[in-house]
């Protein structure tokens, strides 16, 4: 089936410092992927979005890449701030049809920014 | 504009009893999504409901059941609980749309965290 992972469960970084986070997936037929941050205590938060025929994609302070090559899609945060700490979670949208809006998420990883 | 509210925030029930928990959508959003997130691992879908039909059904069972209104606010309902559905259960909102050649962005809401004992 559709398997969504990180790489890494924690991640620590400096303030001011670029942050990658990354993540693998196993589905070839996977059409949609989004970034979500998750704080403690609240719902996931829509960072940005990549549809399977972009490689890249700009945000404020936050680029996703995905390479379709070798099933890998990452976060990069530019100069990473305290209030980025929070677990990150990538998830894909295997499809067209019957599965559109079913989210597969991966299990995150903490990002924890130190002063 | 608000965005996607759950009510309530917090539960405990205890095993073998039921439970309702409800969300409203973003307005416009016509598309309502419960996912069932246990602590230290990614949301998992439970249901997909769009203009009041059910669109898809993740691998829960029959205990689980949800319905969307008119107004397209939903429930969810959970059936004889168990200590294994203690949980954050996180409903999302999109356009159902599709404005993405065929997927929506969805919008989280807060979740209800629920403890069964």
């Known amino acids: 089936g559709e398997s969504v992972g990180l790489h890494l469960p924690t991640l620590s970084v400096q303030e001011g410092d670029n942050s990658i986070i990354n993540c693998a997936y196993s589905?070839?037929?996977?059409?949609?992927f989004i970034w979500y941050k998750q704080e403690s205590g609240k719902g996931p938060q829509f960072i940005i979005d990549?549809?399977?025929?972009?490689d890249k994609r700009q945000g404020q302070r936050v680029t996703v890449l995905l390479n379709k090559t070798v099933k890998h899609l990452s976060l990069q945060i530019a100069a990473t701030q305290p209030g980025d700490s929070a677990v990150y979670f990538c998830?894909?949208?295997?499809?067209?049809?019957?599965?559109?809006?079913?989210?597969?998420f991966g299990r995150g990883t903490q990002l924890t920014v130190w002063p | 504009d608000a965005g996607v509210t759950q009510s309530p925030t917090h539960l405990i029930k205890t095993r073998g009893q039921h439970v309702t928990l409800r969300c409203s959508p973003i307005?416009?959003?016509?598309?309502v999504s419960w996912y069932q997130q246990v602590l230290g691992q990614g949301p998992q879908f439970i249901f997909q409901?769009?203009?009041?039909?059910?669109?898809g059904r993740g691998n829960f069972p029959d205990r689980f059941s949800a319905r969307q209104f008119p107004n397209y606010s939903s429930e969810l309902n959970v059936n004889a609980l168990l200590l294994g559905d203690s949980a954050l259960y996180l409903c999302?909102?999109?356009?159902?749309?599709?404005?993405?050649?065929?997927?929506?962005?969805?919008?989280f809401g807060p979740g209800t965290r629920l403890t069964v004992l």
């Open positions: 999302a909102s999109s356009s159902g749309r599709g404005e993405r050649g065929g997927a929506d962005t969805q919008y």
């Open positions: 589905n070839s037929a996977s059409d949609y």
């Open positions: 990549i549809r399977s025929n972009m």
């Open positions: 998830a894909e949208i295997p499809g067209r049809g019957s599965t559109l809006g079913r989210l597969y």
């Open positions: 307005s416009g959003h016509k598309s």
């Open positions: 409901y769009y203009e009041k039909e059910e669109r």
